[in-house]
């Protein structure tokens, strides 16, 4: 898949995903979202057993291109459709059979948090930063943080990020929980092939069935999500049979 502003590697069942916009620390614009949604929608249908997700340069994500979004360019229908796709990314993330890891090296703000939070994991290197900056040019969360971030912090916790928008370095992120782990720069990557290489070592129907579960005990209240749990048939929850690779 060649794209413009999504860089795609493949490595033993480990796709990468890398936003290529470093010189504007990949904000997002209208083109880079719909080649995103394309790029991950082609991903969850492929052999891909982890989908890595990271950007270039000092960001993973500064949120929304506002230069683009101030241009003329950004319709009101180029801009339903913006939101429309930002949605359908974040839940395709969620949902995809698919382990899905957010490797943060550097900042990690509004609308890019919101893409890592709709992650199964995020880890980040210990330089990295961490904001909710909508209230400071006036906006709010339309891509799902409202309701990942309280889910994933607390409310408390989750009101005082978006109030104030101060910046949590990565080692608080990981002590409030927003992400798995911080870890030392140069040891980003090799912490993140140490989890790839766990998830292989694990069968790809069971990681698909528990995101399921899990997306259950996170939208379902305990009595429809056990039910939930306890509908699954048989065959998927007893030992499988061994699977190639």
């Excluded at 614009?29 to 080649?35: G, K, Q, R, V």
């Excluded at 910046?167 to 040891?187: C, M, R, S």
Aim: glycine share 6%; aromatic share 6%.
């Amino acid at each position: 898949m060649k794209t413009q502003f999504i860089h795609h590697e493949e490595n033993d069942r480990v796709t990468t995903l890398t936003l290529a916009r470093p010189e504007l620390l990949n904000a997002i614009s209208p083109p880079l979202m719909t080649e995103l949604l394309a790029a991950v929608a082609s991903v969850a249908a492929s052999e891909a057993r982890v989908l890595i997700l990271t950007g270039q340069g000092k960001a993973f994500s500064a949120g929304v291109d506002l230069k683009y979004a101030q241009s003329p360019e950004f319709s009101p229908a180029v801009q339903s459709q913006f939101s429309q796709e930002a949605r359908e990314l974040c839940k395709m993330l969620e949902t995809m059979p698919q382990a899905v890891i957010a490797r943060v090296d550097g900042f990690c703000l509004t609308g890019g948090l919101e893409i890592a939070l709709a992650c199964d994991l995020i880890v980040a290197s210990e330089r990295s930063r961490f904001a909710d900056t909508h209230a400071r040019i006036g906006l709010y969360p339309g891509w799902g943080g409202s309701q990942r971030l309280p889910a994933r912090v607390g409310a408390m916790r989750a009101r005082e990020m978006s109030f104030t928008g101060r910046h949590y370095t990565a080692a608080e992120a990981a002590t409030i929980g927003l992400i798995l782990e911080a870890v030392p720069d140069d040891q980003l990557d090799g912490r993140i092939q140490e989890i790839c290489r766990s998830v292989l070592s694990n069968k790809s129907r069971s990681i698909a069935q528990y995101k399921s579960l899990y997306r259950a005990s996170e939208n379902l209240g305990l009595d429809e999500g056990l039910a939930y749990e306890a509908a699954i048939p048989f065959p998927a929850r007893r030992r499988p049979a061994p699977e190639a690779g």
